[in-house]
């Protein structure tokens, strides 16, 4: 039993979907708390004017009945409220009518950074706005629904996964600028048991399993899982955590994972986030239409996201965690899990310190 997200949508189309497979039936929902999650995700400081368009808040069209799960597929849907400026440009079937409203013009001004010139080529696009309305961070939003969800299911299990941002750089004085900056961000979990993960195989390791979700987030060019690079300039002696009565470590610098696997410490995943690729004073680029130099193309964007990739983060890692609760624990129903859960703490004789 495996928990799986997909997601699809464009940054201007009518919405943004994620589809969450392999939940346990039984598991409540409240709605109220996926979407306050949605509306932490746009609050953050140095978020494009796009934000006072949107107001994100979750639909569901299948996999739910009266706020509890079915153990079907979960359909989650995030609309985009500016697909009504967008609704010729980016219209899914041919548009009828006069051109009209925005991405009637193709871009053909790719930004350094974004995905924009290897998405075009590896497609053959003559229009870059084919490739950037999917790279967009735009659908992160459904990835922090998803998450929500995620949450909802650890939190029957004890566990709470909060973040926070460590480094940011300063916002007011690049915006000046016409500028961006990135940031660092930081995603801990309570209440995870040992043995989350497995050391077995790289594609079970717990670790690289958050690896790649959060580096699959857009902007992220790093991440590192406790102390992280900073162990490579540590002595072995310095760098380990000692081994406790009671099983408990006296530090946490692996971050809550060895080997691959949760040992019952806090897990803490650190994400680098890059400057948003997007200038309002653009870079250097080509015109891919007459392969002259040119200015990137500039749209509205975020001076900064990194308060937003916080939440994302923190969405990212419920899910993984999530996923490998559900592995570790199977059960068609959520009072299956509960059991399941509760046996194996008894097993090894682990009392979660306060979630
Ligand atoms: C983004 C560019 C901007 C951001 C967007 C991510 O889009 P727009 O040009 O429509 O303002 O606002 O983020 C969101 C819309 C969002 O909800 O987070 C990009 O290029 O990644």
Same mark, same amino acid.
């Given at each position: 039993?495996?928990?799986?997200?997909?997601?699809?949508?464009?940054?201007?189309?009518?919405?943004?979907?994620?589809?969450?497979?392999?939940?346990?039936?039984?598991?409540?929902?409240?709605?109220?708390?996926?979407?306050?999650?949605?509306?932490?995700?746009?609050?953050?400081?140095?978020?494009?004017?796009?934000?006072?368009?949107?107001?994100?808040?979750?639909?569901?069209?299948?996999?739910?009945?009266?706020?509890?799960?079915?153990?079907?597929?979960?359909?989650?849907?995030?609309?985009?409220?500016?697909?009504?400026?967008?609704?010729?440009?980016?219209?899914?079937?041919?548009?009828?009518?006069?051109?009209?409203?925005?991405?009637?013009?193709?871009?053909?001004?790719?930004?350094?950074?974004?995905?924009?010139?290897?998405?075009?080529?590896?497609?053959?696009?003559?229009?870059?706005?084919?490739?950037?309305?999917?790279?967009?961070?735009?659908?992160?939003?459904?990835?922090?629904?998803?998450?929500?969800?995620?949450?909802?299911?650890?939190?029957?299990?004890?566990?709470?996964?909060? /973040?926070?941002?460590?480094?940011? *750089?300063?916002?007011?004085? =690049?915006?000046? #600028? @016409?500028?961006? %900056?990135?940031? &660092?961000?930081?995603?801990?979990?309570?209440?995870?048991?040992?043995?989350?993960?497995?050391?077995?195989?790289?594609?079970?390791?717990?670790?690289?399993?958050?690896?790649?979700?959060?580096?699959?987030?857009?902007?992220?060019?790093?991440?590192?899982?406790?102390?992280?690079?900073?162990?490579?300039?540590?002595?072995?002696?310095?760098?380990?955590?000692?081994?406790?009565?009671?099983?408990?470590?006296?530090?946490?610098?692996?971050?809550?994972?060895?080997?691959?696997?949760?040992?019952?410490?806090?897990?803490?995943?650190?994400?680098?986030?890059?400057?948003?690729?997007?200038?309002?004073?653009?870079?250097? /680029?080509?015109?891919?239409?007459? *392969?002259?130099?040119?200015? =990137?193309?500039? #749209? @509205?964007?975020? %001076?900064?996201? &990194?308060?937003?990739?916080?939440?994302?983060?923190?969405?990212?890692?419920?899910?993984?965690?999530?996923?490998?609760?559900?592995?570790?624990?199977?059960?068609?129903?959520?009072?299956?899990?509960?059991?399941?859960?509760?046996?194996?703490?008894?097993?090894?004789?682990?009392?979660?310190?306060?979630?």
């Amino acid at each position: 039993m495996t928990l799986e997200l997909r997601t699809a949508g464009e940054s201007h189309g009518p919405a943004l979907v994620a589809i969450v497979s392999g939940l346990p039936s039984g598991l409540v929902i409240d709605r109220a708390a996926v979407d306050a999650d949605l509306a932490r995700r746009q609050e953050g400081y140095g978020r494009s004017p796009r934000q006072r368009i949107e107001r994100d808040q979750v639909e569901v069209l299948a996999g739910l009945r009266h706020g509890r799960t079915l153990g079907t597929p979960l359909a989650l849907v995030v609309g985009n409220r500016d697909h009504a400026n967008w609704e010729w440009g980016m219209s899914p079937w041919p548009p009828e009518g006069e051109p009209h409203g925005k991405g009637t013009k193709p871009v053909t001004l790719p930004r350094p950074g974004h995905a924009d010139l290897a998405g075009t080529q590896k497609h053959g696009f003559d229009d870059v706005r084919n490739t950037l309305e999917r790279a967009s961070a735009r659908q992160t939003a459904v990835i922090v629904a998803a998450g929500a969800v995620a949450k909802a299911f650890l939190r029957g299990l004890g566990m709470a996964v909060e /973040s926070r941002v460590v480094e940011l *750089g300063d916002i007011d004085a =690049a915006r000046a #600028e @016409r500028d961006t %900056v990135g940031g &660092v961000v930081e995603g801990r979990a309570r209440g995870v048991p040992p043995g989350l993960g497995s050391y077995a195989s790289r594609d079970e390791r717990l670790d690289a399993r958050l690896a790649a979700a959060v580096m699959g987030i857009q902007a992220v060019k790093g991440v590192e899982i406790g102390e992280g690079f900073a162990l490579a300039r540590l002595r072995g002696s310095e760098a380990h955590d000692e081994i406790q009565p009671g099983l408990r470590r006296a530090s946490n610098r692996a971050g809550g994972i060895e080997g691959g696997v949760s040992n019952g410490e806090e897990i803490v995943v650190r994400a680098a986030m890059k400057p948003l690729p997007t200038l309002m004073r653009p870079l250097h /680029s080509v015109d891919l239409a007459t *392969g002259e130099p040119a200015d =990137a193309h500039v #749209e @509205r964007s975020d %001076v900064a996201a &990194v308060e937003a990739l916080a939440v994302v983060v923190e969405a990212a890692v419920a899910f993984e965690l999530a996923r490998a609760a559900r592995e570790k624990l199977g059960g068609d129903a959520m009072v299956d899990v509960l059991a399941a859960h509760r046996a194996y703490l008894e097993r090894i004789e682990w009392t979660a310190t306060s979630p």
